[in-house]
């Protein structure tokens, strides 16, 4: 894939990156990406960073399917674990995560699996 999106493949259809916006969507889907999974809550880093609702207003617009499942960055429980295994079986790969740094989304996929 040739791009400028910052991503990095988890797996053979689920790749982590780092904070997307809005303009990142046309670009996920031009790519080959099929869905997008957010897992930052709102407002974590303060008022410039995109929120859930603009970011899913333009991957709907881009024709990808969107999902936010915000999640701690100091800890991921079994409940989130089990959401993002719940999303790994109902989403359309490949697949897109992200977070801050694209760390927290990794660990979540890995526990994810062990759900």
Same mark, same amino acid.
């Given at each position: 894939m040739?791009? +400028?999106?910052?991503?990095?493949?988890?797996?053979?259809?689920?790749?982590?990156? =780092? #904070?997307?916006? =809005?303009?990142?969507? $046309?670009? $996920?889907?031009?790519?080959?990406?099929?869905?997008?999974?957010?897992?930052? =809550?709102?407002?974590?880093?303060? =008022?410039?960073?995109?929120?859930?609702? #603009?970011?899913?207003?333009?991957?709907?617009?881009a024709?990808?399917?969107?999902?936010? +499942?915000?999640?701690?960055? $100091?800890?991921?429980?079994?409940?989130?674990?089990?959401?993002?295994?719940?999303?790994?079986?109902? +989403?359309?790969?490949?697949?897109?995560?992200?977070?801050?740094?694209?760390?927290?989304?990794?660990?979540?996929?890995?526990?994810? +699996? #062990?759900?």
């Amino acid at each position: 894939m040739n791009t +400028l999106l910052p991503f990095q493949a988890i797996s053979e259809d689920v790749c982590v990156a =780092p #904070q997307l916006t =809005p303009e990142a969507m $046309a670009e $996920a889907a031009r790519v080959g990406f099929r869905s997008v999974v957010n897992n930052r =809550p709102d407002f974590e880093e303060g =008022p410039t960073q995109p929120t859930s609702a #603009q970011i899913e207003a333009a991957a709907k617009a881009a024709g990808l399917q969107y999902r936010h +499942l915000p999640v701690s960055p $100091a800890h991921q429980t079994p409940q989130d674990a089990a959401a993002m295994a719940r999303l790994l079986q109902e +989403l359309p790969r490949p697949m897109l995560m992200f977070c801050r740094s694209g760390g927290r989304s990794g660990r979540l996929y890995h526990l994810a +699996l #062990q759900a």
